[in-house]
């Protein structure tokens, strides 16, 4: 686990993340006010000082949808 104001730990570890490790989540009914500084950096983490959080699901966010069509012609998965 990484610790907090561990930024070398945390830039060994984005120096090996590219695209592909990316997936799309769809959701739904999604409250979170990520132009709110404060709840980007409780949602999304604080990068700059390595500081992140455990939890993964955080109920604002919304329903996640899956199989949801996309404008792409395709069901997205």
């Known amino acids: 686990m990484l610790a907090d104001f561990d ?3 945390m830039n ?5 993340v590219t695209i592909d490790d990316y ?3 769809f959701t739904g009914r999604s ?9 980007y950096r409780r949602i999304v983490g604080n990068f700059r000082n390595a500081v992140v959080s455990n939890e993964v699901e955080f109920p604002e966010l919304g329903a996640r949808i899956l199989g ?3 404008h792409h012609g395709g069901v997205a998965r």
């Open 68 to 70: 949801t069509y996309s």
């Open 7 to 9: 930024t070398a730990g």
């Open 31 to 39: 409250v979170a006010d990520f132009a709110d500084p404060a709840v």
């Open 12 to 16: 060994s570890i984005l120096d090996q």
């Open 23 to 25: 997936g799309t989540v």
